[in-house]
Structure formats: structure tokens, C-alpha cells
């Protein structure tokens, strides 16, 4: 199984990015996707999630900012961030996980975002 995250990149402040996790060797819709991510010094931090039935969730610091979803025909999952912040700047990892509330089985090797004032 592979994650490869791809779309970082330096933007400025209130700027859009869309982040894509292309996935080989399992099937996202048959998965609970995820996007995490770790700022320097800081721990990893839940950013979103979309569960196989899609329901959908978002760690309260990007809500109404941040949107998740998934491209079956891409095999990919996406992340949409609106407006960004300067505290959104981090490396941002893709995980995959049959149960999640278990553990997430697989992960990217993440994607820099940073967003200058």
C-alpha cells in the first residue's frame, strides 16, 4: 500500500490550497481516509476524516475552512483548505485505516504547507 500526498506549497494568508492523497494498493472507498498534520515542535494534529459510509468530521481549529472528500475514479482523497491561516503551516500526512477508532494503518510521507503573514 502507497499514500503519495502532492499539492503544497507557500501561499499567503486567506489563500486556497487543495491538497490530493493518491492511494495504490487499496481502494479509499472501502477505507476511513484521513488528513493529519504536525507543525515543527508541535504534535500531529487530526485534521479531518471520511469514513467509507462518507460521513465526514473536521478537528475544530479548521471547520468551515477545511473540506475533505473522495475521488473514486482517482482513487484519491482530497483536501480542500479555504483562507488560510499562518498557524495551518505544517506537513500534512494522508492516512488510511480499516477501523480507525482502532488505529490508522497506513500513512503518506506527508506534503509542506506553509502560509506566510
Known amino acids: 500500500v502507497h499514500l503519495v500526498e502532492s499539492g503544497g506549497g507557500v501561499v499567503q494568508a486567506g489563500e486556497s490550497l487543495r491538497l490530493s492523497c493518491a492511494a495504490s494498493?487499496?481502494?479509499?472507498?472501502?477505507?476511513?481516509m484521513a488528513w493529519f498534520r504536525q507543525a515543527p515542535g508541535k504534535e500531529r494534529e487530526f485534521v479531518a476524516r471520511?469514513?467509507?459510509?462518507?460521513?465526514?468530521y473536521y478537528g475544530d481549529s479548521v471547520k468551515g475552512r477545511f473540506a475533505i472528500a473522495r475521488d473514486n475514479a482517482k482513487n484519491s482523497v482530497i483536501l480542500q483548505m479555504n483562507n488560510l491561516k499562518p498557524e495551518d503551516t505544517a506537513v500534512y500526512y494522508c492516512?488510511?485505516?480499516?477501523?480507525?477508532?482502532?488505529?490508522?494503518?497506513?500513512w503518506g510521507q506527508g506534503t509542506q504547507v506553509t502560509v506566510s503573514s
Open positions: 471520511i469514513a467509507w459510509s462518507s460521513s465526514v
Open positions: 494498493g487499496l481502494t479509499v472507498g472501502n477505507y476511513a
Open positions: 492516512a488510511a485505516a480499516v477501523r480507525f477508532t482502532v488505529k490508522w494503518d497506513y
